[in-house]
């Protein structure tokens, strides 16, 4: 009796680790096929070239590592057929990870929901050329651009951990290109959905993104976007802690003819409400003692048509100090361009609090670009 109740349960642990086996053999077959049918649909309906190293399926999770997605025509003929302006774009995800999927729902009834989204290390990297024409494409905002996806799905939270975003920018001088560099981008986005009946139990995506400015220059950001809004409705705000003023001259040199010599950002606060058309709110910048160099017209590499952000704010006589007050309150007012996306509006929205701001002191207006 002894030795027929052994057999039995030997027999059944055999059976229990075939089944085993051939379930993990399923998994690594449908890992593989999966992986190949990823790379040849992205390689037929994108501009992409796409090399993906590994792919894993598990019963309720999906994961990538190394995935990359590059043009395959080159920048610079990338843009010659284009024509117009339009980003470039390499990304670069070390590992991606998809917790929480409900296969069933994805195979039988093509509805994609998902708990939760990493990805591990990601590297973008834009480059944009400023000399051609504006391309006059409609840009759509992230309510509206979701609702017209043509499938369902949901993410309750999708995470970037230590990434990065480079962004390049070629103008009409002849100067080094300017280049602004985010490191140490940790963001969340909660939830993300193209599902009307998740989006009425869900209305709202927070998004809250922080991030270092060439490296040393703190920037925290925060988002609420409504999802339903018929009129891309969202809110922004954030701050920018203590900088040298001097670090920002490796991106504003090559797009003006300014050189900031010395000052100080003591920090930057604000906050609007926002839709599909303009965005209004309050900006607080507290600067001192800021000193510039209006560089010669003469010299190569710059133009003086050109001005960004701070050539904006700070364009005084030669050597001239700016003592800025403290608590100084800006308004926050600005239409959107149709053709440029949340980023763009983003940025010049808090530009235009920013030029407020400083707009208070007296300025020679022989040294004020047009």
Not at 30 to 56: C, D, G, P
Not at 345 to 364: E, M, Q
Request: glycine letters at 4%.
């Amino acid at each position: 009796m002894n030795f027929e109740f052994s057999k039995g349960l030997k027999i059944i642990f055999i059976a229990g680790g075939l089944i085993i086996v051939l379930i993990a053999c399923s998994f690594t077959f449908f890992s593989l096929w999966a992986k190949k049918k990823v790379v040849a649909y992205l390689q037929e309906h994108t501009e992409f070239n796409v090399h993906i190293e590994s792919v894993s399926i598990g019963l309720h999770t999906a994961e990538m590592s190394w995935l990359e997605l590059t043009p395959k025509l080159d920048k610079e003929k990338y843009q010659q057929i284009n024509g117009h302006q339009q980003d470039w774009v390499v990304s670069k995800i070390e590992h991606l990870k998809f917790y929480g999927i409900d296969w069933y729902e994805v195979m039988f009834n093509k509805k994609a929901e998902v708990d939760k989204l990493t990805l591990i290390h990601p590297h973008f990297y834009i480059y944009r050329d400023n000399t051609l024409p504006d391309s006059n494409i409609y840009k759509a905002l992230p309510a509206t651009l979701l609702q017209s996806v043509p499938f369902p799905f949901s993410i309750k939270s999708v995470v970037f951990w230590q990434g990065k975003v480079e962004y390049e920018k070629k103008e009409e001088n002849s100067g080094p290109h300017a280049k602004i560099v985010f490191t140490n981008l940790r963001a969340t986005l909660s939830p993300i959905t193209s599902d009307s009946l998740f989006a009425v139990a869900n209305p709202v995506m927070d998004v809250t993104i922080q991030a270092d400015l060439l490296d040393s220059i703190k920037i925290k950001l925060e988002s609420k976007i409504k999802l339903l809004s018929s009129n891309d409705e969202f809110t922004f705000k954030g701050s920018v802690q203590s900088f040298n003023a001097s670090i920002l001259n490796e991106f504003v040199t090559p797009l003006s003819n300014v050189h900031i010599k010395s000052g100080y950002i003591n920090s930057i606060h604000f906050s609007m409400n926002a839709d599909e058309n303009i965005a209004i709110g309050k900006l607080d910048m507290d600067y001192h003692d800021l000193k510039v160099n209006i560089l010669s017209e003469e010299t190569p590499g710059k133009k003086s048509g050109l001005k960004t952000l701070l050539a904006n704010l700070f364009m005084r006589d030669e050597d001239k100090d700016v003592k800025q007050q403290k608590d100084s309150i800006g308004e926050i007012r600005f239409e959107r361009r149709k053709d440029r996306f949340i980023f763009n509006y983003w940025w010049n929205a808090v530009r235009s609090g920013i030029l407020s701001t400083v707009s208070k002191i007296p300025v020679d207006t022989d040294t004020v670009p047009k």
